[in-house]
């Protein structure tokens, strides 16, 4: 109740210190998460984060704050099944409530083939123990009263993806809450400092080039979505990535009536209600490349459109804000995470196309050990940055498809 | 006069009222309750800007009654507040403010048990109105396109003036404008007097007026988003893609209240509210009225409502004010070195450019301690902006921010989501200093008002909290849409295009049951006299092709026309195997890979001539493969023509050991399997309708694939079935079709392969030429061609079972692959399908285990076609 009522700051500013023995570029979830790992699990806390902008900025605060793991390879579920479990207690371990609501996710299929996809996953996801089902119009209806299952719809709902511990979470609370956790660690938080070089000597990176000065890292990690590609460029790492907007709205808030997450990829659109009753609506990604942020009308139109198939009786509720967040798309719809193959003490988790915030505190974990212990884990294996060399992708692309 | 129900009750209305303003005519006074504490909320600006007088109005929730158009027999309603409006029970929440101080949820309920149980309660009282159930009536929106050369947003004077200068110079000209009549701030700050040029406006025949419209986004390339309501009785609303070459933003500036103590008590209205009342509906909003500003404006305000016969019992200067007594309405206020009664106090709020719309294009929000306001600066090119949104003749009321802005737990500053000037002091003191981390930890500025009533005070309170100048503080970003749009007028007419073939009337005459595949319609299977079940359907669809004969519309594949000198070095570089060695009269199947050599569609390719190939795609894909080929075109200079001929081609297939027999009494050409073989095209007339005739078989039996003028479709399909009477023809659908194919492992592009699927391990090697020159994917292939680690094999169940397509192949309770297609075999008379499996299992009679309904059954893996492996019946 302290806490409540007093106004502890929840963090510091800091000069810039001329070397750390962790410099992390970009500091939205998976920075923050991994700085977290690192202090917490493995001593490192001579740790910087450096942002462009200020914090959460990034695709931490764009994003629709869907979490699941309900995904489709035996590599990409333990993965994001463990990040969930980390979400169901981060607010414990962090005394600070992210308001993660595990309402329940639901994809739907339209078609046939819609069908057979979601199985891959339900079987998948119950092999390894992950709480995921096929569910038919009947348990639908009960399960959304509010969604239209009637007749007339050009798309039927044959069936959905049904995934009880899935469901969303306040993104900018998860941020706050690991940059507090960090702050009180020791770890530093450098907002609005944009790094334009990494100096790379004898094939190891060596220090930061920021706008604030530069700064010598016994490791350099490239957490950022979005640029990940230019920063990698920085110090000679090309990346197989390729850079997307995608948008997303929100409108006025309503008293509740939908608490699960609705998914379709046929309609190329994903709707939930938030606690405070706000309805946020996600479109797939734009067909061009861009780094733009700026919503454009026909995806917007698109987004109404599709939200209007599954909840007609929305008509006359009004949309706020329109934005977009910039996605690193990889050729097979998985991550990079892994040291670079020819520059040392240069490690990335980048590549999270439009599946990066679910992600944050396994990644950050993991990424935390790998660059602690300097061997990579199992479970980040599959994502290392030199499968694209040896073309063993992981193909996730089925699940990770507008199904944020 | 009109009658609408409010709550149930008869309210009249007279003409020109909203909803509004009748209500307050009739007494109303507390018009929404707040979003946290439940606070009781009167009419504050009357122009649609604030939270203040949202209803739900004939079913639709958060309306604003300010500016909706009282009509006869509407039902509005009041929403988030039980039992009513005067009497609101969760109101006691204020009462305990001091449990929900800035971010309390953040702060509490850090136990997941806790808060599991604490946040349905949360969800509960959170939230405004309520939505209409799922089979409420829909509502007709529209969507326009319109261009002019030059846009004028808001018809206030300023916009009047640009749009008469520029309609003089000849220009066609839009004017949009959010008012039922033209004239902005005059028609309630000097009524009476329409400025001339409103009526020389009207004469210009080259100016269109789009009244009750807004713009609420300046998108890239000119294009305004407009919308306007109630266009024409059939349209609820209009949404309007107005492209334009030039833009004048002359939307003007709205007032913001001020910071003080309770000053969003009912009784509490910004000056052009009261003038709105007063000269737009004729209603006398109080009798004894305290004004708050200083100056001319408040003076004339003064003089206006005097006239109106109120007392103006008192002009306070803003910084003298402390704060507004009263607790479901307004009874007095208390100044420094007084107090005074009252039941209406009148807030001369400061006038803001409305700039979002700059904002958005591009333009840069630069601080103006002159003006108190952020003035929009570095427009785009196209763009201008005239009157009082570029800060012209705008004086402000206060010094802004506001000499003192007193924290206080009265003092709102947020309406939507009662945010108060304590909270934003507490949010700073805890670290959320930047104005957009401010927003997100307090929500002030996120709510339906979008940030018009609290954004100025809210960085004012951050930048003196922070020690930083305005300009330093900045603003947040701009968004569109900005007014809000309802999803409704985004959306536009509900139209789905439905993709029929020429033959689909065919198909419902003979009981077609559909099966949805893209945009288009196909048969899945048809009733029949005896059943309509759908597994007797096909197992008779079924046998009908695997005995007599079949037929099958397949329309919907793709199908293009590639001609030209280097046709084929086209196909050669875009295919993995090689098409400029295929002679006149051949077909060929083909495969396209992308440069990493993952399969993205196939199909065949006929060569009519040496330069003029005909291609068919699969139908799904037909969109994708013309634009492949176009890129790969590009910039080579290659003698090439595309042409789609989708739309203008039906196609049947016609298949069985008696298709021969069926086919030759329709036609003169001589379709023995000596002079017309297997894998050959010819041209010829089928049923006197000129016809490209293939001879493929995806089902496994003799057949030809003959392609007709979409217009002669009906006449082929009829034509056929005529002829095949006597051979006990039967049309099959698709379901039918996919168990045909499993027989003989014809893999389906896109449902057996996957986005990572290269033709290894597909076990289509021999599609891929990599002797070729170069091609797409060749370099990934050559590369991948010994390696594959996954495999697409056929298998048959050795147990009772069928599984579902997606199901799992499991190897010691671990997924090590899926089954893509499976189903029960008549011929087999067990289940068979195909199925990815680790390399190691792939072998031919490799067991593996493929979960049914959750249980792992043994099946053998298989790479033989189950049926005539030899393709003896199709070179028949």
């Known amino acids: 109740m302290t806490q409540l009522f007093g106004n502890n700051r929840m963090w510091r500013s800091h000069e810039l210190k001329k070397s750390y023995d962790v410099v992390i570029i970009g500091a939205g979830v998976h920075g923050l998460a991994t700085a977290y790992y690192l202090g917490k699990e493995h001593g490192v806390r001579r740790v910087a984060l450096l942002d462009k902008g200020y914090l959460g900025s990034g695709s931490s605060g764009r994003n629709t704050a869907i979490i699941r793991s309900n995904y489709r390879t035996p590599e990409g579920i333990p993965f994001y099944d463990a990040s969930v479990k980390l979400y169901e207690d981060l607010s414990r371990e962090l005394g600070w409530n992210v308001l993660f609501s595990q309402c329940g996710h639901l994809t739907l299929a339209h078609t046939d083939s819609g069908v057979a996809g979601l199985r891959v996953r339900a079987e998948n996801n119950q092999l390894l123990g992950v709480d995921s089902r096929l569910i038919y119009p009947e348990e639908i209806r009960r399960l959304v009263p509010s969604m239209y299952l009637g007749a007339g719809q050009r798309y039927p709902i044959l069936a959905a993806l049904y995934h009880p511990p899935g469901g969303i979470i306040r993104h900018d609370a998860v941020v706050w809450g690991y940059a507090r956790a960090c702050d009180r660690m020791g770890i530093e938080i450098h907002p609005f400092t944009e790094v334009t070089a990494i100096r790379v000597e004898n094939g190891a990176a060596r220090s930061v080039v920021t706008t604030r000065g530069e700064i010598a890292a016994g490791a350099v990690l490239n957490a950022t979505a979005g640029w990940a590609s230019t920063i990698s460029a920085m110090a000679g790492v090309p990346l197989q990535i390729v850079s997307h907007p995608l948008q997303a709205c929100v409108t006025e808030p309503l008293k509740p009536f939908l608490d699960k997450v609705i998914v379709s990829a046929t309609l190329h659109v994903y709707v939930n209600q938030t606690d405070k009753g706000e309805l946020v609506i996600g479109a797939e990604i734009d067909p061009y490349q861009s780094y733009s942020t700026k919503g454009t009308l026909p995806t917007l139109e698109q987004m109404a459109t599709y939200t209007l198939e599954l909840f007609p009786q929305l008509h006359g509720v009004r949309v706020l804000r329109q934005w977009a967040g910039v996605c690193d798309m990889t050729p097979d719809f998985a991550p990079i995470i892994g040291a670079a193959e020819d520059v040392s003490n240069f490690y990335m988790d980048v590549g999270w196309g439009t599946y990066g915030f679910k992600a944050g505190p396994a990644a950050g974990k993991y990424t935390a050990e790998m660059i602690a212990t300097g061997k990579t884990p199992k479970i980040i294996e599959p994502f290392s940055p030199s499968r694209f060399r040896t073309a063993r992708l992981v193909g996730e692309k089925a699940a990770a498809a507008v199904s944020h | 006069m ?245 833009v004048v933003v002359a939307t003007g500036a709205y007032e913001v209240p001020l910071l003080f103590e309770n000053n969003d008590l009912p009784g509490i209205l910004l000056s052009g509210g009261a003038r709105r009342l007063l000269f737009l509906h004729r209603i006398v909003p109080g009798r004894r009225c305290v004004i708050v500003g200083i100056g001319a404006r408040a003076e004339d305000l003064a003089s206006d409502l005097r006239g109106a016969g109120i007392e103006i019992v008192s002009l306070i200067s803003p910084d003298e004010v402390l704060g507004a007594v009263g607790s479901t309405r307004v009874e007095g206020l208390r100044f420094r070195g007084g107090s005074v009664t009252c ?141 809000s749009v309802t999803l409704g007028a985004l959306a536009g007419p509900r139209h789905h295009p439905v993709r029929r073939t020429p033959m689909h009337y065919q198909h419902e005459a003979l009981g077609a049951v559909w099966l949805d595949m893209g945009a288009w319609k196909r048969p899945r299977y048809y009733r029949t006299a005896e059943s309509s079940e759908e597994r007797r359907c096909v197992q008779g669809e079924y046998q009908a092709v695997r005995e007599r004969a079949g037929m099958i519309d397949v329309s919907t594949l793709g199908k293009l026309e590639v001609r030209g000198r280097d046709a084929g070095r086209l196909l050669d570089k875009v295919y993995t195997n090689r098409f400029s060695d295929l002679r006149p009269g051949r077909v060929r199947y083909c495969v396209i890979c992308d440069d990493a050599g993952i399969m993205l569609d196939d199909g065949t390719i006929s060569s009519i001539a040496d330069d003029h190939y005909f291609l068919t795609t699969t139908t799904g894909n037909l969109e994708f493969v013309e634009q492949w080929l176009e890129w790969w075109l590009a910039g080579t200079g290659w003698d090439v023509h595309i042409t789609n001929l989708t739309g203008g081609l039906a196609a049947v297939n016609l298949a069985g050991p008696q298709a021969r027999d069926v086919l030759a009494g329709l036609t003169g050409l001589d379709v023995s399997a000596k002079a017309f073989p297997y894998m050959a095209c010819r041209q010829a007339l089928v049923a006197d309708i000129p016809a490209i005739l293939l001879r493929i078989g995806f089902v496994g039996e003799t057949g030809w694939e003959i392609h007709v003028p979409a217009e002669s479709g009906e006449d082929l399909w009829k034509a056929l079935l005529e002829a095949g009477k006597a051979f006990g023809i039967r049309a099959f659908g698709v379901e039918a079709q996919r168990l045909l194919r499993l027989e003989k492992q014809h893999v389906i592009v896109g449902v057996d392969t996957d986005a990572l699927t290269s033709p290894y391990e597909a076990d289509m090697a021999w599609v891929v030429k990599l002797e070729k020159n170069d091609f797409i994917g060749k370099a990934a292939l050559s590369r991948a061609a010994g390696d594959p680690r996954e495999q697409l094999v056929g298998f048959v169940m050795q147990e009772d079972g069928v599984p579902d397509d997606g199901s799992a192949v499991v190897m010691d309770g671990r997924p090590a692959g899926r089954v893509t297609s499976s189903r029960f075999s008549p011929r087999e008379g067990r289940a068979i399908g195909l199925a990815w499996v680790p390399a190691g299992l792939a072998g031919e009679g490799a067991e593996i285990r493929v979960r049914v309904q959750g249980r792992p059954l043994l099946a053998r893996v298989t790479r033989r076609p189950f049926y005539d492996p030899e393709g003896a019946r199709l070179r028949m």
């Open chain 2, 2 to 246: 009109s009658r609408f129900f409010f709550d149930g009750e008869p309210i009249e209305a007279q003409p020109g009222d909203t909803v509004a303003s009748a209500l307050y005519r009739a007494g109303r006074r507390i018009f929404t309750r707040s979003f946290k504490y439940h606070r009781p909320r009167g009419l504050l600006c009357l122009s649609g800007h604030c939270p203040n007088c949202m209803m739900n109005v004939d079913g639709v929730p958060n309306v604003r009654a300010c500016v909706t158009p009282a009509r006869e027999g509407m039902r509005v309603r009041h929403q988030n507040a039980w039992p009513s409006l005067e009497q609101d029970w969760l109101s006691a929440a204020q009462h305990f403010d001091s449990l929900m101080p800035v971010g309390w949820y953040y702060k509490t309920l850090t136990h997941p048990s806790a808060w599991h149980v604490a946040e349905p309660w949360i969800r509960k009282v959170a939230g405004l109105g309520d939505p209409p159930p799922p089979d409420a009536p829909p509502r007709e929106y529209e969507h326009a396109f319109l261009q002019a050369e030059v846009a004028v947003v808001g018809g206030g004077p300023s916009g009047i003036a640009a749009a008469f200068e520029a309609a003089s110079g000849g220009a066609q000209v839009i004017l949009i404008d959010d008012q039922p009549e033209p004239g902005g701030h005059l028609r309630y700050t000097r009524p009476g007097e329409a400025p001339a040029s409103i009526a020389q406006l009207r004469g210009q025949p080259n100016v269109e007026l789009l009244a009750r419209a807004y713009c609420f986004g300046l998108y890239e390339g000119g294009l305004l988003g407009v919308l306007q309501a109630d266009p024409h009785p059939g349209a609820h609303e209009r949404l309007v893609h107005l492209r334009a070459k030039r």
């Open chain 2, 343 to 483: 039941d209406l106090i009148v807030v001369c709020g400061p006038l803001l450019p409305d700039a979002g719309l700059l904002s958005q294009a591009g333009a840069r929000l630069a601080w103006s301690a002159a003006h108190g306001a952020f003035l929009p600066a570095d427009l785009p090119p196209h763009v201008t902006a005239v009157g009082r949104v570029t800060g012209s003749g705008l004086e402000p009321a206060v010094p802004l921010p506001p000499g003192e802005v007193r924290a206080g737990k009265r003092h709102f500053v947020c309406l939507c989501s009662d945010v108060t000037s304590q909270d934003l002091v507490d949010g700073i003191s805890e670290g959320f200093e930047h104005i957009e981390t401010l927003k997100r930890y307090t929500t002030a500025t996120m709510g339906p008002c979008q940030g018009r009533m609290c954004q100025l005070p809210a960085i004012g309170i951050c930048a003196r909290e922070t020690g930083r100048t305005m300009g330093e503080t900045g603003t947040t970003t701009a968004r569109p849409p900005s007014p």
